[in-house]
């Protein structure tokens, strides 16, 4: 989903402040709200939180960056902002609009929410993404481990039966050299 966010003054400072010091603002953690509104350049939190997570994925395309966090678990309503924070908490930026519905979400449904954020607004190389502990090229539901012993099973039945044609093709050269 590419959004334009509105920066906060305190991200924008903490950003800043960053590269005066040779550093980059790391960007944590991913937030949905259910609030519609105008965001302001003062905020400090987003409107009306439901919940937060940490970025699990990221990819860098210069101007913009492609982060991704999983919301999971038993919440359920109808998302109308996103905040991005940093790793001290500042909140970098919100995207909000008054009536405007980005999505649902239901205990039923893992959302994997990826975001592109456009940095041009920010000093040149002020911020980094910092993925936290489940990274989502290491996560690992029931599906993914079923589908995973599947293919090892297969994988052994192969190995099993070649073995058994290796043995059996020994046996007849055996047979025929002893004729």
């Not at 998302?79 to 649902?104: C, N, Q, W």
Request: net charge negative; hydrophobic share 40%; aromatic share 8%.
């Amino acid at each position: 989903m590419a959004l334009t966010l509105q920066f906060t003054e305190a991200g924008l400072d903490a950003c800043i402040d960053a590269q005066a010091k040779g550093l980059k603002a790391p960007i944590t953690h991913m937030a949905f709200g259910d609030a519609a509104y105008t965001p302001s350049k003062n905020q400090s939190q987003l409107s009306s939180e439901k919940e937060r997570i940490e970025i699990n994925d990221w990819q860098d395309g210069n101007k913009n960056i492609r982060m991704a966090g999983i919301f999971d678990g038993d919440l359920e309503y109808a998302i109308r902002e996103i905040g991005l924070f940093l790793e001290d908490g500042t909140l970098l930026g919100v995207y909000s609009a008054p009536g405007k519905t980005l999505g649902y979400r239901t205990p039923a449904v893992k959302v994997v929410q990826w975001f592109t954020l456009n940095v041009e607004a920010l000093p040149a190389d002020s911020v980094t993404v910092v993925v936290g502990a489940e990274n989502l090229n290491l996560i690992l539901d029931k599906e993914f481990i079923a589908d995973g012993a599947s293919y090892l099973r297969q994988g052994a039945a192969v190995i099993k039966n070649a073995h058994w044609n290796m043995n059996l093709s020994e046996r007849i050269r055996e047979m025929e050299g002893s004729a």
